[in-house]
C-alpha cells in the first residue's frame, strides 16, 4: 500500500492518503493452506445447503472427517462473507386475525 522507499516521509504520505499513520506499517497475514482447504469446504457445503449455519456445518465438517471448532467456522464464514439463509422478523405484517375482524363504530 504504501512503499518503503520513497521521498516523502511516511506521515506525510499518510496525511495525503488520508488514513492512520498506525495503520501504514499493518502487513496481513495470508491465509494457511489447511484454512483454505477448510474454506473451500464449507463453501461446497454452503452452496449445497445455504440454511446451515456454523453449528450445521461444523457437524458436517466432522462428517467429512475434519474436526474443527465453531468459532473457527464462525471467523471463516465470516473472512468468506457468506451466513445462513433464514426468515427474518414479519413486523409489518398484521395478525390474520385483525384482518377479518369488524368494528363497530
Request: hydrophobic residues 30%.
Amino acid at each position: 500500500m504504501i512503499q518503503k522507499a520513497h521521498k516523502l516521509p511516511r506521515t506525510c504520505r499518510c496525511e495525503l492518503l488520508g488514513i492512520p499513520r498506525s495503520s501504514s506499517y499493518y502487513q496481513s497475514r495470508p491465509v494457511s493452506g489447511e484454512d483454505q482447504a477448510l474454506m473451500r469446504l464449507i463453501d461446497r457445503i454452503h452452496m449445497d445447503k445455504p440454511f446451515l449455519g456454523s453449528r450445521r456445518i461444523v457437524d458436517a465438517l466432522t462428517e467429512h472427517g475434519h474436526k474443527t471448532d465453531r468459532k473457527r467456522v464462525q471467523c471463516l464464514m465470516r473472512l468468506m462473507g457468506i451466513q445462513a439463509i433464514h426468515p427474518g422478523p414479519k413486523t409489518s405484517k398484521r395478525h390474520p386475525f385483525f384482518l377479518f375482524r369488524r368494528y363497530d363504530i
